[in-house]
């Protein structure tokens, strides 16, 4: 079966084309009008949608030596989001399923992520558990069968990697912080100063990033800009090293609870070297395995949402025309 897979739920474009296991093309057209404020503007992500969609998906389809009338299903991510950008990926892909008269799948754009670990590693298979972390969502969940997921612990308030982006904000080094920080970061110090680490109650598998954000922001303050400018390096690194310990403490105990025995990662800042380091370490010393997808693949993409929509496909589940986005859906 080859399926489309519409994904517009923040600010990047991107459809892709799915036969299976293997991905035919994967196009993301990333908006960079959001550079300049520091931040995603929901209404000019939804306008900038409108305007990239068509060609976007145009692109997926030439790249994978494709015309509309080959597509046998498409699957478009419904939730969580923001609802106007979700809403011209929800209309564009009803639009195409309706007139070439083949199946619609809602997808939620947190499966997706999860999914991403199998188009990279095909062999994977659950049971695992899976840290997802971006710029909207952290959360460590058990993934039991494909379809089947507990949330084991979630943020309290900000996303990892708007922690990076916050950050790297205050830092003055650029939109987003994730990868300008880890680039800063690597000739640093990471225990030049020792930010805190919100482990939060004994045995909670929950993450809190806001304190150390505003711990940041009274260590720029107390020690002023030339020595700001001075230590960013270390500054950039012992920030990402007090995030990745309790991303991999969390993760790699949330995994011992369950008694899995790999660790899969998802989202933009599994992108990131030091965390993917530190987990391969501490997950290794506990004899599990740890796997995690490609970089586009990790970030948003069409691809993850074409493979979970093909596995929905395949199990008979099918959305009708009214599907609506669900800004706040969980897993
Ligand atoms: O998954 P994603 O592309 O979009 C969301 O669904 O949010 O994740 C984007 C987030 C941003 O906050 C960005 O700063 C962060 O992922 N990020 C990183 C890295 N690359 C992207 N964080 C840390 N290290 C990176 N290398
Ligand atoms: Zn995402």
């Known amino acids: 079966m080859i399926v489309l897979g519409i994904e517009t739920s923040c600010d990047d474009t991107c459809a892709a084309v799915c036969d299976g296991q293997s991905l035919l093309s994967n196009v993301i057209?990333?908006?960079?009008?959001?550079?300049?404020?520091?931040?995603?503007?929901?209404?000019?992500?939804?306008?900038?949608?409108?305007?990239?969609?068509?060609?976007v998906v145009r692109q997926a389809?030439?790249?994978?030596?494709?015309?509309?009338?080959?597509?046998?299903?498409?699957?478009?991510?419904?939730?969580?989001?923001?609802?106007?950008?979700?809403?011209?990926?929800?209309?564009?892909?009803?639009?195409?399923?309706?007139?070439?008269?083949?199946?619609?799948v809602g997808v939620n754009h947190l499966e997706g992520h999860i999914w991403a670990n199998s188009l990279s590693n095909p062999g994977i298979a659950p049971s695992f558990v899976v840290l997802i972390a971006s710029g909207g969502h952290t959360q460590?969940?058990?993934?039991?069968?494909?379809?089947?997921?507990?949330?084991?612990?979630r943020t309290r308030d900000?996303?990892?990697?708007?922690?990076?982006?916050?950050?790297?904000?205050?830092?003055?080094?650029?939109?987003?912080?994730?990868?300008?920080?880890?680039?800063i970061a690597e000739g640093g110090d990471f225990e030049y100063t020792r930010f805190p680490r919100a482990y939060l109650e004994e045995g909670s598998l929950d993450f809190s990033f806001s304190g150390l954000k505003t711990a940041v922001l009274n260590h720029v303050?107390?020690?002023?800009?030339?020595?700001?400018?001075?230590?960013?390096?270390?500054?950039?690194?012992?920030?990402?090293?007090?995030?990745?310990?309790?991303?991999?403490?969390k993760t790699v105990s949330a995994?011992?609870?369950?008694?899995?025995?790999?660790?899969?990662?998802?989202?933009?800042?599994?992108?990131?070297?030091a965390l993917k380091?530190?987990?391969?370490?501490?997950?290794?010393?506990?004899g599990m395995e740890v796997s995690w997808p490609t970089p586009e693949l990790c970030s948003d993409n069409g691809g993850m949402i074409a493979r979970a929509g093909f596995y929905y496909f395949q199990q008979g589940r099918t959305s009708s025309l009214a599907l609506s986005p669900v800004p706040s859906l969980n897993l």
């Not at 369950?258 to 070297?273: E, L, P, Y």
Request: contains cysteine; charged residues 20%.
């Open 221 to 249: 303050r107390t020690i002023g800009s030339e020595q700001t400018r001075k230590h960013l390096s270390d500054i950039a690194a012992s920030f990402q090293r007090a995030v990745v310990d309790v991303l991999v403490e």
């Open 29 to 55: 057209s990333t908006q960079l009008i959001h550079q300049r404020f520091g931040g995603v503007v929901p209404e000019l992500a939804s306008r900038s949608h409108i305007q990239l969609m068509l060609p």
């Open 277 to 286: 380091g530190e987990m391969a370490r501490c997950a290794g010393e506990e």
């Open 140 to 153: 460590i969940v058990f993934v039991r069968e494909w379809g089947d997921y507990e949330v084991l612990g």
């Open 61 to 104: 389809l030439n790249q994978a030596g494709l015309g509309r009338r080959d597509l046998q299903g498409i699957a478009v991510t419904f939730g969580p989001g923001l609802a106007g950008s979700l809403l011209v990926g929800l209309s564009v892909a009803k639009g195409m399923a309706l007139s070439l008269g083949i199946p619609l």
């Open 158 to 183: 900000d996303a990892a990697g708007e922690a990076f982006d916050k950050v790297g904000k205050l830092l003055q080094v650029g939109y987003p912080g994730g990868p300008a920080i880890e680039k």
């Open 255 to 273: 995994a011992k609870r369950v008694g899995a025995h790999r660790i899969c990662m998802a989202g933009g800042v599994a992108v990131n070297s």
